[in-house]
């Protein structure tokens, strides 16, 4: 007598985290577009080829599939900056190619961006929202890293001596202002186009340079750490950055 054949459990772990996948990456992409509010469960169902009552079987409310969404998003951000601080290099080449990887991140990881901008208009407005939980999650421990690699930097005689505080507020700030400021650039430099991909390769390559010659004590050996990082760091292929909002900018032109 035959029996039916019934799924292995590993096959079927496998394709329920495949599924479970493929929701949370619908989800990323309709709540970076459309907010915690204005995402619609019907849109990821459909994006994600599942039936919606999938979801509720997986993550029980529309919250907490956004919750489970943005830790995904937070987790990769985390697990790459971690991995450009932990290489084995000196503390000023890890945190030029700190630079570089943050530059790229903002272009690569715009969903990543667009949910910590609603995060912190939440803040703002004293709504109860995930920004507390991931900082400390992902930010307070990625700060306490990199505290701890300007210090050894200060103390080894290769970074200038300033408060460490200074230097991610100049090395990641000056590239969170260049991309939130973008339309003031194009209004003010006209005919200036600050998402052309040849513009973004520019700025990029600017930003390595200044680092070599702002945070080192010897800028002879930060220009030499400068070009190497930019020559074994190439930018993102245009192909991984030229959607949504970046799209949207470069069509403007």
């Known amino acids: ?15 329920s985290a495949e599924t479970r996948g493929r929701i949370l990456d619908a989800a990323l992409r309709e709540f970076s577009a459309h907010g915690l509010a204005g995402a619609r469960t019907e849109q990821i169902a459909v994006a994600a080829g599942v039936n919606k009552a999938l979801i509720y079987y997986y993550f029980d409310s ?36 700190t630079a570089l990887d943050h530059f790229d991140r903002i272009l690569t990881q715009q969903e990543f961006q ?7 208009m939440r803040l703002h407005k004293g709504e109860e929202g995930a920004l507390p939980l991931l900082v400390k999650r992902v930010f307070s421990p990625l700060q306490a890293v990199f505290q701890s690699l300007v210090r050894e930097g200060i103390a080894s005689g290769e ?3 300033v408060d460490w505080l200074q230097i ?14 973008a339309p003031v650039w194009r209004l003010a430099m006209a005919p200036f186009e600050p998402f052309d991909p040849e513009v973004l390769r520019a700025r990029r390559t600017a930003l390595a340079e200044f680092v070599g010659q702002a945070i080192f004590v010897d ?5 030499e750490l400068a070009a190497r990082v930019l020559a074994d760091t190439p930018m993102p292929p245009a192909s ?6 970046f799209a949207c900018e470069v069509k403007k032109k």
């Open 114 to 120: 667009s949910l910590m901008q609603q995060e912190m």
């Open 159 to 161: 970074l200038i001596e």
């Open 1 to 15: 007598m035959s029996h039916p054949a019934h799924p292995a459990p590993d096959a079927a772990a496998e394709r």
């Open 219 to 223: 800028r002879k050996h930060g220009a």
């Open 62 to 97: 529309k919250e907490k599939l956004y919750l489970a969404a943005l830790e995904m998003v937070a987790g990769r951000v985390r697990d790459r900056s971690m991995a450009v601080f932990l290489r084995d290099a000196s503390a000023g080449e890890r945190i030029l190619r």
């Open 240 to 245: 991984e950055f030229q959607t949504g909002q």
């Open 168 to 181: 991610p507020l100049a090395v990641l700030g000056a590239n969170v202002f260049y991309f939130l400021s």
